[in-house]
T-cell receptor
């Protein structure tokens, strides 16, 4: 069964450093998403991406964040200058359609900012 | 502000019990998703509902559009059902709104 993969599974970084989280969505999916979950809190939407551009983003997704689909298979989330409060689990997801279509989630990347 | 609420927050059951988890949502959510988050953190999509009822194995999900309420039922619960169950929905578009989750523990 096709699945969404994410790398790395755990990333530790120093405050102020740039990190890139990588995701490989399911190959025939057209919509891609990033979510984050701070430990003990609910999952929060960050951004959705379709047709090589951002479709929608939340208030969390400020200028420090960017997304890219560099090569037609990978979907990346970059945090330019990490802050302590960026420590969270980051989930990538993909779907064939949006809204009413099932989203398939990756296993997550746990980001720890020291 | 569009919100998704769940009850109960925590639920402990004995193996074999019938379990119900409830979700209420405010206007703007066009379809409701039920997700399962395993103890290791991974998230699996269980159902997407825009009307009526869906069944998959021992899981049943129902939705009442007029009342903006959905329920997830687990029949003959098993310890492997222990997880956090989350309802979520697209808020007028692709901005998903998530509930806080219901932590279920099924004891043998």
């Amino acid at each position: 069964e096709p699945e969404v993969t994410q790398t790395p599974s755990h990333q530790v970084t120093q405050m102020g450093q740039e990190v890139i989280l990588r995701c490989v969505p399911i190959s025939n999916h057209l919509y891609f998403y990033w979510y984050r979950q701070i430990l003990g809190q609910k999952v929060e939407f960050l951004v959705s991406f379709y047709n090589n551009e951002i479709s929608e983003k939340s208030e969390i997704f400020d200028d420090q964040f960017s997304v890219e689909r560099p090569d037609g298979s990978n979907f990346t989330l970059k945090i330019r200058s990490t802050k302590l409060e960026d420590s969270a689990m980051y989930f990538c997801a993909s779907s064939a359609g949006w809204g009413r279509d099932t989203q398939y989630f990756g296993p997550g990347t746990r980001l720890t900012v020291l | 502000k569009n919100e998704v609420e769940q009850s109960p927050q925590n639920l402990t059951a004995q193996e074999g019990e019938f379990i119900t988890i409830n979700c209420s949502y405010s206007v703007g959510i066009s379809a409701l998703h039920w997700l399962q988050q395993h103890p290791g953190g991974g998230i699996v999509s269980l159902f997407m509902l825009s009307s009526g009822k869906k069944k998959h194995g021992r899981l049943i999900a129902t939705i009442n559009i007029q009342e903006k309420h959905s329920s997830l039922h687990i029949t003959a619960s098993h310890p492997r059902d222990s997880a956090v169950y989350i309802c979520a929905g697209p808020n007028y578009g692709q901005n998903f709104v998530f509930g806080p989750g219901t932590r279920l523990s099924v004891l043998p």
